[in-house]
């Protein structure tokens, strides 16, 4: 599979990240979610690069499927980057199914000390955190997991 690596460059690298993909860009899918959960995004986030505001959601949206056997390695997200120059700081996860404990799936966040938190994958919800954040997918064991993945946008 295809991974962002940054700056709008993507690499394959299936040793880091199994499973499939399919992007697609829609305006009206980005706004339609950015109205949903702008109460819960910040207004401003910052950076080595200094603060900025949030100026909605990336219009590319990714549909990833896991199946049994996929798994994606401990990363932080790349940013996006838009040939404007607005870019990513905060990505966003939306979860499409329910995926039991038992079933693996998990987005595990890493702490400094190598603990895990992890957070199971629950029908409608959203993941919302920094891309600087150390995480992984963590191994499925049974069954699917389906996602949608996108990114708040700063100038």
Request: glycine share 10%; aromatic share 8%.
């Amino acid at each position: 599979m295809l991974e962002l690596i940054g700056r709008g460059r993507q690499q394959l690298r299936s040793e880091v990240r199994d499973g499939l993909r399919s992007i697609d860009d829609s305006p009206e899918l980005s706004a339609y979610l950015c109205e949903v959960i702008a109460p819960h995004l910040p207004r401003t986030t910052s950076s080595w690069q200094g603060e900025a505001h949030l100026e909605g959601l990336n219009e590319r949206c990714r549909f990833l499927v896991y199946k049994p056997g996929h798994y994606f390695a401990p990363h932080c997200d790349g940013q996006y980057t838009r040939p404007n120059g607005d870019c990513s700081r905060i990505t966003v996860q939306l979860y499409l199914h329910d995926v039991p404990v038992e079933a693996g799936g998990a987005t595990n966040f890493i702490s400094v000390r190598g603990e895990k938190m992890p957070v199971q994958p629950r029908c409608g919800s959203a993941l919302i955190f920094s891309q600087d954040l150390l995480h992984e997918g963590a191994l499925v064991a049974e069954g699917y997991k389906y996602t949608m993945r996108t990114e708040a946008m700063t100038p």
